[in-house]
């Protein structure tokens, strides 16, 4: 199976929004609502921002917002801070009844 | 809260078999998929697979020759095995928790493949 497709970079300054977007197939990210977004800093594990394409777990700041049209999700991240430098993965199911993840996109605030 | 602690050995030689366990802390195997995932080092992450407390997988398909995925429910733990390793095996290894997504980690290990 193929990785969803992200840009290799975003960048922007504090207190701007950016978007990173995640662009899969009718097989995976546009055949299901079960599209989900991590945020990595170096050396940490990931943590999951966003769930069923626009859901946000309990504890994660409503700046991250998500949302799909078609084949493509998309990740906003609004307000940019420092602290949101990281990389982001999205993540589908797919209609094998597998899991795939997207490229990466390293968030860059300048 | 829920916590997983994985472990296993760090380096292999090629063709050797990959070992790993997920231990499972303050909750239950039950209703939830377990899972591995793996990331080479300067590189994305890449989905391995997953079991269900049945015993239930699923596999990458670019892996499932070489993948096998056990769980124990009465140690609730769950383990990784990746046969016939290769450098392009070398990577940190992440168990983790999925309801709608993955939503608890392990810390990671890595596991590095040298001759």
């Known amino acids: 199976q193929s990785a969803l497709t992200q840009p290799a970079s975003v960048s922007g300054s504090p207190g701007q929004s950016i978007t990173i977007s995640c662009t899969g197939t009718?097989?995976?990210?546009?055949?299901?609502?079960?599209v989900s977004w991590y945020q990595q800093h170096p050396g940490n594990a990931p943590k999951l921002m966003i769930y069923?394409?626009?859901d946000r777990p309990s504890g994660v700041s409503n700046r991250f917002s998500g949302s799909k049209s078609g084949n493509t999700a998309s990740l906003t991240i609004s307000g940019l801070q420092a602290e949101d430098e990281a990389d982001y993965y999205c993540?589908?199911?797919?209609?094998?009844?597998?899991?795939?993840f997207g490229s990466g996109t390293k968030v860059t605030v300048l | 809260q829920v916590q997983l602690q994985q472990w296993g050995a760090g380096l292999l030689k090629p063709s050797e078999t990959l070992s790993l366990t997920c231990a499972v802390y303050?909750?239950?195997?039950?209703?939830?998929?377990w899972s591995w995932i793996r990331q080479p080092p300067g590189k994305g992450l890449e989905w391995i697979g997953e079991?269900?407390?049945?015993?239930?997988?699923n596999y990458n398909p670019s892996l499932k020759s070489r993948v096998t995925i056990s769980i124990d429910t009465s140690k609730n733990l769950f383990s990784l095995k990746l046969s016939s390793v290769t450098a392009a095996d070398t990577a940190v290894y992440y168990c983790?928790?999925?309801?709608?997504?993955?939503?608890?980690w392990g810390q990671g290990t890595m596991v590095t493949v040298s001759s």
């Open positions: 983790a928790r999925a309801s709608e997504a993955f939503d608890i």
């Open positions: 303050g909750g239950s195997l039950s209703g939830y998929y």
């Open positions: 079991i269900d407390h049945s015993g239930s997988t």
């Open positions: 009718s097989s995976d990210v546009g055949g299901y609502n079960y």
């Open positions: 069923d394409v626009s």
């Open positions: 993540s589908s199911y797919t209609s094998s009844s597998t899991l795939v």
